[in-house]
């Protein structure tokens, strides 16, 4: 309805509404949608992609957690496996001769057809970065090194058959470091599966993906405890933003205290030198540990606008540090100003 003096007035017809804890947790989860719907950085999975690495030498695919907050698990998994089946058909180099012998060893082990020619040998190494980034999800979830091999075995298709001989493979020999081998083979079976009589390695990249996302989103989901990991990958944000919530929201004129939250006190902070666990931006506490707090200014946009919190007489900082609440807000503000690069930049 209204805003004035940093305030937003809303009203909804003649309902009154009443504080409770039930409330602020439903704010709390329309603004987790909001924000994953805000903008196409987040919610695009051709965007998030390009933010999916590959460690090294390591058969995975890295994301960081933070999209499991911003975009969402669903997301998450979809740019796993989309940017393997994207390039599976993109990525042209060879593959180098360790990585033949590291997949010839795997498939040799599990009995499998060993010859590839260098584009099969190429879907083999992408899929098995998304079957390995899916995997490190699964066993943080299913403990036992063997039960998790199962489910990996079952949820991506394998028969029976490979799945036997994997499992009796002795767990040494297709782990080294952090090295997940058992997933050339999984990735082996899954280029060949069909579906309406087409191999998966054969679809458009995105119609494969959507076979593959559907059958693992559909096996986590129905996985015991995935929920608690979730809610544990996204716990900081969302005990932060609660106790935020219910320190900023007044319904018809009564706050409801946060009910004991564990985020640091300013005041105690402040007395034992005034530069630990509190936010640069809006003098909050936090969960967060002041390492985790750091922004580079650059990324924080707050080059353009420079900070009339930071105490007198000093220069200008390299990094600010940001609360949860304020860091989402950076996120946002950042995304939500990206100039396009290409002949509309603006100098
Ligand atoms: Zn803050």
């Given at each position: 309805m209204t805003y004035q003096d940093g305030c937003v007035y809303l009203g909804k017809g003649n309902r009154r509404a009443s504080i409770s804890d039930e409330l602020v947790e439903r704010i709390y989860h329309r603004l987790e949608k909001n924000i994953q719907d805000s903008t196409p950085a987040l919610s695009e999975v051709g965007s998030i992609i390009k933010n999916v690495d590959v460690q090294g030498n390591l058969n995975c695919y890295r994301l960081d957690d933070k999209y499991y907050f911003f975009s969402g698990p669903d997301k998450v998994l979809r740019a796993y496996i989309e940017k393997a089946t994207v390039s599976a058909r993109s990525v042209k180099t060879k593959l180098s001769k360790q990585m033949l012998e590291n997949i010839g060893r795997a498939l040799r082990a599990a009995g499998t057809d060993v010859e590839l020619s260098d584009q099969d040998g190429r879907i083999v190494v992408e899929y098995a970065r998304a079957i390995h980034a899916v995997h490190k999800i699964v066993s943080k979830i299913i403990k036992d090194n063997t039960e998790a091999l199962a489910w990996s075995c079952d949820a991506w298709g394998v028969t029976e058959d490979v799945k036997r001989r994997l499992l009796s493979i002795?767990?040494?020999?297709?782990?080294s470091g952090n090295k997940w081998e058992y997933a050339y083979v999984i990735a082996r079976c899954v280029m060949d599966t069909e579906s309406d009589g087409v191999k998966i390695k054969n679809m458009e990249p995105a119609r494969a993906a959507d076979l593959l996302f559907e059958r693992i989103w559909r096996a986590l989901k129905s996985t015991e405890g995935w929920d608690d990991f979730i809610s544990e990958k996204t716990s900081t944000y969302r005990e932060e933003i609660t106790a935020y919530i219910h320190e900023t929201l007044s319904v018809n004129g009564t706050i409801s205290g946060s009910?004991?939250?564990?985020l640091s006190d300013p005041y105690r902070e402040y007395q034992r030198g005034?530069?630990?666990?509190?936010?640069?931006?809006?003098?909050s506490g936090t969960l967060l540990r002041q390492d985790e707090m750091k922004l580079p200014i650059t990324v924080s946009m707050l080059k353009f606008n420079f900070s009339n919190?930071?105490?007198?007489?000093?220069?200008?900082?390299d990094n600010i540090y940001a609360c949860v609440p304020c860091g989402v807000e950076l996120v946002l503000r950042q995304n939500g100003c990206e100039i396009p690069r290409g002949p509309v930049r603006i100098r």
């Open positions: 002795p767990s040494n020999e297709l782990t009910s004991g939250s564990d005034g530069s630990g666990r509190i936010c640069n931006l809006c003098n919190r930071i105490f007198a007489g000093k220069t200008k900082p």
